[in-house]
C-alpha cells in the first residue's frame, strides 16, 4: 500500500487504495493512543505551519496536537491580525513562507481553490483543512475511519447525509470518499439547501427525513452553515428542527445499529436533539475528534516520508 501525493488537497485526486493507507496507518495511531504512547518521531526536526484565515478551534487544535505528538516544531500564524489583512496577496505571503522553510503547511481558506494555488507556489507539502464550499479532505477520512471502526467495513454500507448539504464542503468530501468506497450514499435536505447537480456524483437525493433515512447503516448530520447563507434558506429553525432535525423518532426509521454522526460544532435543537447526540450506544461524535487527530497524524507521517524519501516504511505500510 502507498501513498504518493505531494499534498492532500482533496479527496476527488486519491485512489482508494490512498485511503486505505491513510485509514490504517490512522487506526494504528489511534490504538497506540489508547494505550498511553503518545509521542512519535516522524515529523522529528520538521516544521509545521499552520494557517487558518477563517476561525477553528477543534480542527486547528487538532492539527496543532497531531503536529506535536509526531515531533514536529508547530507554529499556529494568527491570518486575522497578519499582513493579509493589510493587503498582502496569497502569492506574497507564499514567498514568505519559502523564506520561513516549513516543511508542511496546513491551510484553512474561505476561498475555494485557494489552498491548490498556495501549493503550486511553495516548496514544502501543503494540506488542506477546508477551502471555501470545495473540500475539507481530512474530516471525510476521520469520518472514514470512525464508520469503519464502528461497522467492521467502509464499504457496502448504505449512508445518510443530511442538512446543509449545498453550502458544506465537508458533504462534498464525503460523497467523494463514500463513492470512492463503493457505498450508497443518500442526500436529505430541504430544496433550498440541495445543491444543483449533485445527483451527478451517483447519489440518491431526498425532501422527506422519513424516507432518505429508512434502513441506512450511518446517519450524518451537518450543521447549518449561517456564515455563509446570504438568504432566507429556511423559515425558521424551530421549522427546520420539526422537519430536518434528528430526533428519536425519525431515526426509528434507520437500522436499529444505525449510528449517528456529526462533524461539528453542533446546533443542539436545530440539526440534532441533544440527548441523541450524547447517546452513547447510537452516536459516535465524540470518537470522531478522537479519529482527527489519528487520521492527521497519518496523512503527516506520509507527507513527510514523501518529502524526505529515503526512511523505511512503518510495518503498517508494508
Known amino acids: 500500500?502507498?501513498?504518493?501525493?505531494?499534498?492532500?488537497?482533496?479527496?476527488?485526486?486519491?485512489?482508494?487504495?490512498?485511503?486505505t493507507t491513510v485509514l490504517d496507518l490512522a487506526q494504528t495511531y489511534a490504538e497506540d493512543a489508547r494505550a498511553g504512547r503518545r509521542h512519535w518521531?516522524?515529523?522529528?526536526?520538521?516544521?509545521q505551519i499552520n494557517m487558518f484565515f477563517e476561525n477553528s478551534t477543534r480542527t486547528q487544535a487538532?492539527?496543532?496536537?497531531?503536529?506535536?505528538?509526531?515531533?514536529?516544531?508547530?507554529?499556529?500564524?494568527?491570518?486575522?491580525?497578519?499582513?493579509?489583512?493589510?493587503?498582502?496577496?496569497?502569492i506574497d505571503t507564499a514567498l514568505t513562507l519559502n523564506a520561513m522553510r516549513p516543511d508542511l503547511l496546513v491551510v484553512r481558506h474561505p476561498n475555494s481553490g485557494a489552498v491548490d494555488l498556495l501549493s503550486q507556489k511553495v516548496n514544502c507539502a501543503?494540506?488542506?483543512?477546508?477551502?471555501?464550499?470545495?473540500?475539507?479532505?481530512?474530516?471525510?477520512?476521520?469520518?472514514?475511519?470512525?464508520?469503519?471502526?464502528?461497522?467492521?467495513?467502509?464499504?457496502?454500507?448504505?449512508?445518510?447525509?443530511?442538512?446543509?448539504?449545498?453550502?458544506?464542503?465537508?458533504?462534498?468530501?464525503?460523497?467523494?470518499?463514500?463513492?470512492?468506497?463503493?457505498?450508497?450514499?443518500?442526500l436529505i435536505a430541504p430544496p433550498t439547501l440541495m445543491p444543483s447537480g449533485v445527483e451527478e456524483f451517483g447519489v440518491?437525493?431526498?425532501?422527506?427525513?422519513?424516507?432518505?433515512?429508512?434502513?441506512?447503516?450511518?446517519?450524518?448530520?451537518?450543521?447549518?452553515?449561517?456564515?455563509?447563507?446570504d438568504g432566507g434558506f429556511i423559515p425558521s429553525e424551530r421549522?427546520?428542527?420539526?422537519?430536518?432535525?434528528?430526533?428519536?423518532?425519525?431515526?426509528?426509521?434507520a437500522r436499529p445499529d444505525a449510528i449517528v454522526m456529526h462533524p461539528g460544532p453542533m446546533n443542539r435543537g436545530v440539526e440534532i436533539d441533544g440527548t441523541l447526540a450524547d447517546d452513547i450506544n447510537r452516536s459516535v461524535i465524540q470518537e470522531q475528534v478522537e479519529m482527527g487527530v489519528a487520521v492527521r497524524m497519518a496523512v503527516m507521517d506520509l507527507l513527510a516520508r514523501n518529502l524526505r524519501g529515503t526512511r523505511a516504511p512503518r510495518e503498517v505500510m508494508a
Open 62 to 90: 487538532s492539527f496543532e496536537l497531531a503536529g506535536k505528538r509526531l515531533g514536529a516544531d508547530v507554529m499556529n500564524m494568527g491570518m486575522q491580525t497578519s499582513s493579509v489583512k493589510k493587503g498582502e496577496t496569497l
Open 41 to 47: 518521531d516522524a515529523l522529528a526536526d520538521m516544521t
Open 126 to 186: 501543503v494540506i488542506n483543512a477546508g477551502d471555501g464550499r470545495h473540500e475539507h479532505p481530512t474530516q471525510a477520512l476521520l469520518d472514514a475511519l470512525t464508520i469503519r471502526r464502528a461497522k467492521g467495513r467502509l464499504h457496502r454500507l448504505s449512508i445518510a447525509v443530511c442538512g446543509d448539504i449545498a453550502h458544506s464542503r465537508v458533504a462534498r468530501s464525503n460523497i467523494l470518499l463514500l463513492g470512492k468506497m463503493e457505498n450508497r450514499v443518500r
Open 1 to 19: 500500500m502507498t501513498y504518493r501525493a505531494p499534498h492532500l488537497l482533496g479527496i476527488e485526486p486519491l485512489h482508494p487504495t490512498e485511503i
Open 239 to 253: 421549522e427546520y428542527f420539526h422537519r430536518y432535525g434528528l430526533d428519536a423518532a425519525k431515526l426509528a426509521h
Open 204 to 229: 440518491e437525493c431526498f425532501d422527506n427525513m422519513e424516507e432518505g433515512l429508512r434502513d441506512v447503516d450511518v446517519v450524518m448530520m451537518l450543521r447549518l452553515q449561517k456564515e455563509r447563507m
